[in-house]
């Protein structure tokens, strides 16, 4: 039986792939490269400083972050010379209490090392166990990949990672996605970068029963907690971007609050601060409407001394 | 005889960089995409057996990559495609094309069925259906 073969002439087998980085030539041994021209041609500035900006504090990340992007800039101007071709393992560990600036690090993160040519995309899916781990024999494994592929060409962000491992339970369904993870973290280096986060001394005890899982991890990052001042001036910037501000007498009000806030249980740094916030902003909302009176620009944006007063943190006083 | 069914049916069977590149227009589009397998060619055989569940929220074709291949590695010998839906207005398939088939394709005989006043049925028997599914292609 003859085909219906309707085939044009066959297009020429070695056509450039049409979405792929152009091939790069070797460099000669005597050539040099312009650093500052490299640097500018990244554009990996613009996510550091903006990195610099978003964010009060955290020095000692931003100096972290600052390395390894140097070192991925200066690993792809090697590349280009014929050194050491083979990617660089980039999953990584964040420390850190909650609301220190975790995923907000991680997103900037992931757009990086985009611009670096590390990751085709750029995205980041922030996952918990409950997204990895299924509730009934082979349930997990697809769940588990669902989300890998969701993830690939980006970050794959698993927020307190230790709760994939419980020790009281031997069958439980995380050990089935760690599994997976590894493998994926070993064989899918070049697609995916996985963060895993969450606190310091759990995140230890979890290292310590998954030894595969601490070998593949390339760079750990602690996150501090917040000083007074640094969560003072956080609520500031949040109050800018949100277009309030502090009346003078609230500012010590607001510190008074946060300094008790510390104290509390349950402490979310940055995300208490927020939280604390939008509440102030609640009061002072229900306080204009109750006052009634005539409010001009200086009434909506300033927050007063019992916008905080009013919250929980002071009832113990 | 080489089977055409579903889009670029009609050119050289695509690379993986050409079929990672379709992906990636399907994703780019917002197109959900599946993988499915059958080791019966008939043309109106429409329901072929499903790789796993649709992929839903990719944004890199490498997961669909991933899966095709691994389809590949079970089904050796199979017609594999992949399907990308178009979940918006359309409702529909948008897109849906072979990324797999088998090395040796038998194609098809024609019966003739003798019917009452002299009228003929003609049908279309794929070689390999006279063999038992799953050995179709070994
Ligand atoms: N240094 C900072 N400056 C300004 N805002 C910050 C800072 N750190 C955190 N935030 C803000 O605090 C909020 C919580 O941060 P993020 O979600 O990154 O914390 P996290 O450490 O990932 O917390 P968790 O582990 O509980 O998810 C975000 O809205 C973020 O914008």
């Known amino acids: 039986m003859t085909s219906f073969d309707m085939r044009g002439p066959a297009p020429s087998p070695d056509e450039p792939e049409p979405d792929g980085p152009p091939a790069v030539e070797t460099l000669p041994e005597g050539a040099t490269v312009d650093l500052i021209q490299e640097r500018a041609d990244s554009h990996i500035d613009e996510v550091l400083d903006q990195l610099d900006t978003d964010l009060v504090g955290l020095a000692t990340v931003k100096t972290r972050i600052r390395e390894i992007a140097a070192l991925l800039l200066i690993d792809r101007l090697r590349a280009r010379f014929g050194l050491s071709a083979s990617r660089p393992n980039l999953h990584m560990c964040f420390t850190g209490s909650p609301g220190t600036g975790k995923t907000t690090v991680a997103m900037r993160l992931a757009e990086l090392l985009h611009r670096l040519g590390y990751l085709r995309r750029g995205h980041l899916v922030a996952v918990t166990r409950d997204d990895l781990v299924g509730q009934y024999v082979g349930h997990t494994a697809p769940k588990t990949k669902e989300v890998v592929k969701r993830a690939m060409g980006g970050v794959l962000f698993i927020d307190e990672a230790y709760y994939l491992y419980r020790t009281e339970n031997e069958r439980d369904y995380g050990q089935e996605s760690i599994e997976i993870l590894l493998q994926m973290m070993e064989n899918d280096r070049d697609d995916i970068v996985v963060v895993l986060a969450g606190y310091r001394d759990r995140m230890d005890s979890f290292f310590a029963s998954n030894p595969g899982m601490s070998s593949r991890i390339a760079h750990h990052i602690d996150f501090p907690d917040y000083s007074e001042e640094e969560l003072a001036a956080i609520g500031d910037m949040m109050l800018r971007d949100a277009g309030y501000r502090l009346g003078a007498e609230t500012v010590p009000v607001f510190r008074e609050y946060l300094r008790r806030r510390q104290e509390q249980p349950r402490f979310a740094n940055a995300r208490s601060v927020r939280n604390a916030l939008e509440r102030a902003r609640l009061r002072h909302a229900g306080r204009l409407l109750a006052a009634g009176d005539r409010v001009g620009i200086e009434e909506l944006t300033t927050l007063q001394p019992e916008d905080f007063l009013g919250s929980r943190v002071f009832d113990s006083a | ?138």
């Not at chain 2, 929220?57 to 178009?86: F, K, M, T």
């Not at chain 2, 797999?100 to 194609?107: L, S």
């Open chain 2, 1 to 138: 005889m080489r089977i055409t069914q579903g889009t670029f049916s009609y050119l050289p069977d695509l690379t993986d960089d050409e079929i990672t590149a379709q992906v990636a227009y399907a994703l780019g589009n917002g197109w959900p995409c599946s993988v499915e397998f059958t080791d019966d060619p008939h043309p109106r055989n429409v329901y072929w057996e499903m790789w796993g569940l649709p992929m839903f929220d990719l944004v890199d074709p490498a997961g669909v990559l991933q899966e095709i291949n691994d389809c590949r590695r079970a089904y050796p010998a199979h017609y594999i495609r992949l399907n990308a839906y178009d979940a918006g207005v359309h409702q529909t398939m948008a897109l849906s094309f072979l990324v797999q088939r088998p090395a040796e394709e038998p194609g098809f005989r024609l019966d003739r069925e003798e019917h009452g006043d002299r009228r003929i049925r003609y049908r279309l028997h794929p070689y390999v259906l006279d063999r038992p599914a799953g050995q179709r292609y070994t």
